[in-house]
């Protein structure tokens, strides 16, 4: 069992700059071990993967409209993952979430993500 918290959201201009991060805890958790990945569900749309990081960092994944301006990184002697959104846009309003417990293939999630966090939410006013 994987518990994932996440933090950071709030509320933010267009084109400014957010990072959120995501803690894992749980019994007899090697973090080590998860891929990691950040979805997001827009108001009224449904949820959507937005990026991912294999169990070592050395792979990602992002949605085309986040690539260039949002990174994905983690860091395994924290047990945290973390987003960091730049050249923010109203169409990036949404509940963000932390996910994992899938496999990471070709540089795509396979599957749906077996543990999710509660998410947090991100407004970005124009």
């Known amino acids: 069992q994987v518990q994932l918290a996440e933090s950071g959201g709030g509320l933010v201009q267009a084109g400014g700059s957010l990072r959120l991060s995501c803690t894992a805890s749980?019994?007899?958790?090697?973090?080590?071990?998860?891929?990691m990945a950040w979805f997001r569900q827009p108001p009224g749309k449904e949820r959507e993967g937005v990026a991912a990081?294999?169990?070592?960092?050395?792979?990602?994944y992002y949605a085309d409209p986040v690539k260039g301006r949002f990174t994905v990184s983690r860091d395994n002697s924290k047990n945290t993952l973390y987003l960091q959104m730049n050249s923010l846009k109203p169409e990036d309003t949404a509940m963000y979430y932390c996910?994992?417990?899938?496999?990471?293939?070709?540089?795509?999630?396979?599957?749906?993500?077996?543990?999710w966090g509660q998410g947090t939410q991100v407004t970005v006013s124009p």
């Open positions: 990081i294999s169990v070592g960092g050395a792979n990602t």
């Open positions: 996910a994992s417990g899938f496999q990471f293939e070709a540089g795509h999630i396979v599957g749906v993500p077996k543990y």
């Open positions: 749980g019994p007899e958790l090697i973090y080590s071990h998860y891929n």
